[in-house]
């Protein structure tokens, strides 16, 4: 009769390690299959046909016993596909297939690549006019405008047009933007190559240069008045070396009793050359940030063509770039206007659909791989998130989510990053001690070491009843004394 509990427990546990591998068999174009024969070979083997009623392409296999499955999906006019192995432990499994045509896959990479190419074509083209007319010609116009500016400057100061060395260095900032019809080909495609920055190197060298002869030819209140109007300038520059000056001339210009003119024009040298060095310098940064942006739009382009005619799935990059458009329109309807930023501000517009195509493409990927059953990331929701069907409506929202929303992204690698901590922390923790019998069966185990300081308390005891049975025997030390 004790044999009857013990039948039944097994029974129930063998019967409770049954499952199911069940899913969809759909064609590259991502429509379903029926008709398509499964076949699951393992411990048994059983052979299953996709329905064609309300879930078509969908198979079921009977129950299973737990163990490591080989799947196998094929039907006539397309390449098989095969899976292993599929370990089913004690919950079911969905394996999906995707049956190409024969060729289907490189007709499809070439017309994805083929498409792909002709769209970031022309999204490259809109950048390279947009910079030409909307960047690069207003900044040419500007340097014109200052070269004019200065010569008209130094004449109503002076009385004189430059002459000699300031007149060159005048005529040399003209020249570096003067046009030529190979130079404008090739600065329409690779601007800026450098013209601009020379004619405002230029037009500081001039100016460095004449402050001292305004400054001599400037009674008293001008002098004075530029000073105020550079401190105002300044102030607005975050660095110390501008507060510095900034706050000297203060000083110079409240100072009781007046410092002399000479002082006052030693200070105005000083100031107005820091001045239009660090206008040189700012300019020189933001066109610096132009051409590393035009540089990761061809990147990030590149990329594009790639992974569509690869991988596939180019249906993704068009909602993840949709995303990043509308968040970066929305930032810039906000954005308060400045009087010129030389062309910095196109930077984040070039660059935000090109960043939301790749967020939404990989971020889909990184969905379908974290919500599967392997890797128990994302939730459950997550896995009606198929890679075959980029076109639901889901995985269509999910992209642009992703590309409109960088934080949505940064979620998702933040949830790897805990998944891989976490399995290393149980990797590298300590393993519990297990109870006395071997879960082998084998021969117990030997009763561990009492820790030492449990030993001396259980030691002194025996030691004691050892002297009243034994007058020569030692007595054990007391707390307070030497052992």
């Known amino acids: 009769m004790s044999q009857f509990p013990l039948l039944i427990l097994v029974t129930g546990a063998a019967l409770s390690a049954q499952v199911v591998v069940q899913g969809h068999v759909f064609s590259s174009d991502g429509s379903r299959l029926s008709g398509a024969t499964v076949t699951i070979e393992g411990p048994s083997k059983y052979v299953e046909v996709t329905e064609s009623g309300t879930d078509p392409g969908h198979y079921a296999s ?34 999906d297939f995707v049956l190409d045509r024969p060729d289907d ?22 950048i390279w006019l947009v910079r030409w007319h909307n960047i690069a010609r207003p900044n040419r116009e500007l340097l014109k405008s200052e070269i004019q500016n200065a010569a008209a400057r130094f004449e109503s100061d002076t009385g004189a047009a430059p002459v000699g060395y300031l007149a060159n260095l005048l005529v040399a900032a003209s020249d570096s933007i003067k046009w030529h019809p190979w130079h404008t080909t090739c600065d329409f495609l690779f601007w800026s190559r450098g013209q601009e920055i020379t004619g405002w190197s230029r037009i500081h060298e001039f100016q460095r240069a004449s402050i001292g002869l305004l400054a001599t030819a400037s009674p008293l209140e001008t002098i004075r008045a530029r000073l105020q109007a550079i401190e105002l300038d300044l102030l607005d520059v975050d660095k110390t070396h501008a507060k510095t000056i900034a706050s000297n001339i ?5 100072a009781k009793p007046p410092l002399g003119i000479e002082v006052l024009r030693a200070l105005l040298v000083e100031a107005a050359t820091y001045q239009s060095g660090e206008d040189v310098n700012t300019f020189a940064q933001l066109v610096g940030w132009q051409t590393k942006a035009v540089w990761l739009a061809g990147v990030g382009c590149t990329l594009l063509v790639v992974l569509a005619y690869a991988v596939g799935n180019p249906v993704l990059f068009i909602a993840g770039a949709s995303g990043g458009y509308l968040s970066r329109l ?36 990184l969905i379908v791989v974290l919500a599967d059953s392997k890797m128990q990331v994302l939730g459950a929701a997550f896995q009606a998130v198929r890679w075959c069907c980029p076109l639901a409506p889901f995985t269509l929202g999910l992209a642009f989510a992703l590309g409109f929303s960088e934080r949505l992204f940064d979620g998702i690698i933040s949830s790897l990053d805990d998944k891989v901590d976490s399995d290393k922390a149980a990797a590298t923790k300590p393993q519990q001690p297990s109870s006395g019998v071997n879960a082998g069966g084998g021969a117990p185990r030997a009763p561990q070491a009492a820790p030492p300081t449990a030993a001396v308390e259980n030691a002194a005891p025996e030691q004691e009843a050892a ?17």
């Open 467 to 483: 002297a009243e049975s034994d007058p020569k025997a030692p007595a054990a030390p007391r707390d307070d004394e030497e052992p």
């Open 250 to 254: 203060k000083d110079a210009l409240d």
């Open 62 to 95: 009977p129950e299973l016993a737990a163990g490591s499955y080989t799947v196998t999906a094929k039907k006539d006019g397309f390449a098989p596909k095969i899976a292993r192995p599929v370990v089913v432990n004690t919950e079911g499994r969905v394996v």
């Open 105 to 126: 896959g490189k007709a499809q990479g070439r017309m994805n690549g083929g498409w792909t190419l002709l769209v970031v074509l022309l999204f490259l083209a809109s």
């Open 330 to 365: 929305g930032r810039t309807l906000k954005r308060a206007d400045v009087p010129t930023d030389y062309g910095a501000s196109w930077t984040t517009l070039f660059l935000s659909p090109i960043v939301g195509a790749l967020s939404g493409w990989f971020g889909i990927l």
